[in-house]
């Protein structure tokens, strides 16, 4: 099965504040990957960032606190079922 989760505005707002830090040299690239566990009952738990290639902290706690507000359809398993999402990050090109 497969599930998208809406939320590419809350994670370019998460690119965006963690560049205004940076000077206009230094772009922001990398890969933050958020670990999770549904729940049966659709809600997430222990969100965590398992990977952070960015080097801005700011910009995995703000992709972590995103994440963690997700909420899933209920499903049928009788454990959580745990997943690792890869958000990437970079500059657009113009």
């Known amino acids: 099965a497969r599930l998208v989760v809406q939320s590419g505005g809350k994670m370019d707002r998460c690119y965006q504040n963690a560049t205004k830090a940076l000077p206009d040299d230094q772009p922001l690239a990398g890969e933050v990957d958020i670990g999770l566990a549904v729940m049966p009952t659709g809600v997430v738990q222990n969100v965590r960032v398992t990977r952070n290639t960015t080097g801005s902290n700011d910009l995995a706690n703000c992709v972590q606190a995103t994440a963690a507000q997700w909420a899933f359809p ?3 398993e009788s454990e959580p079922v745990e ?10 090109n113009p």
């Open 74 to 76: 209920s499903h049928s």
């Open 83 to 92: 997943f690792v999402h890869v958000f990437r990050f970079g500059p657009r």
